[in-house]
T-cell receptor, first 112, second 111 residues
Framework: NAGVMQNPRHLVRRRGQEARLRCSPM?????VYWYRQLPEEGLKFMVY????????ESGMPKERFSAEFPKEGPSILRIQQVVRGDSAAYFC??????????FGQGTRLTVV | LAKTTQPISMDSYEGQEVNITCSHN???????ITWYQQFPSQGPRFIIQ???TKVTNEVASLFIPADRKSSTLSLPRVSLSDTAVYYC????????????FGAGTRLTVKP
């Protein structure tokens, strides 16, 4: 059973472009969480999804950011019109229920 | 209002026992207490989860007093490889997944 897979591991985008970050949860996991982390800072919760539903998006910026977890395929975190301040590591985690969550290796987004 | 409060940093030496305490005065009846470990440039890793009293696994022990307003993660005989950030989470319950992390405690183990 493969772990949580995030791709790409590194992503470089120019200001104004779109960034699409993918997260494939562990097999059998229907809960997905996205986080953003700046260097030397903690994990900032962004959004919690269950299959096809957004459960809690209170940590998502109101504009330019969106997330989905379709019935088939990976969860996608989409950032439109990226700005330099979006540069960060983005982590995804999945869980089967309310027990331990498993994290991916993260996607490091650099906006130039 | 922060759900959890932990020391920002701690130092220890190899072979010592390390205890990291987390305060969670507003813990709800259904909330579990969960601890994660994060190494630089990696995603966090689950360490231990508990509801009350004491939980022990092959990595750590978790002590929770009767009032559940705090918890202590105990790492026996730490090594240099235990240098990491340790996060305490409160809010995961049987019907809720509040996975908000606090600032964490940066543990540095010295030789």
């Amino acid at each position: 059973n493969a772990g949580v897979m995030q791709n790409p591991r590194h992503l470089v985008r120019r200001r104004g472009q779109e960034a699409r970050l993918r997260c494939s949860p562990m097999k059998g996991h229907s809960h997905v969480y996205w986080y953003r982390q700046l260097p030397e800072e903690g994990l900032k919760f962004m959004v919690y999804l269950q299959k096809e539903n957004i459960i809690d998006e209170s940590g998502m910026p109101k504009e330019r950011f969106s997330a989905e977890f379709p019935k088939e395929g990976p969860s996608i975190l989409r950032i439109q019109q990226v700005v330099r301040g979006d540069s960060a590591a983005y982590f995804c985690a999945s869980s089967r229920d309310t027990s331990e969550a498993f994290f991916g290796q993260g996607t490091r987004l650099t906006v130039v | 209002l922060a759900k959890t409060t932990q020391p920002i940093s701690m130092d220890s030496y190899e072979g010592q026992e390390v205890n990291i305490t987390c305060s969670h005065n507003n813990i709800a009846t259904n909330d579990y207490i969960t601890w994660y470990q994060q190494f630089p440039s990696q995603g966090p890793r689950f360490i231990i989860q508990g509801y009350k009293t004491k939980v022990t696994n092959e990595v750590a022990s978790l002590f929770i007093p009767a009032d559940r307003k705090s918890s202590t993660l105990s790492l026996p005989r730490v090594s240099l490889s235990d240098t990491a950030v340790y996060y305490c989470l409160v809010g995961v319950s049987y019907n809720n997944n509040d996975m908000r992390f606090g600032a964490g405690t940066r543990l540095t183990v010295k030789p």
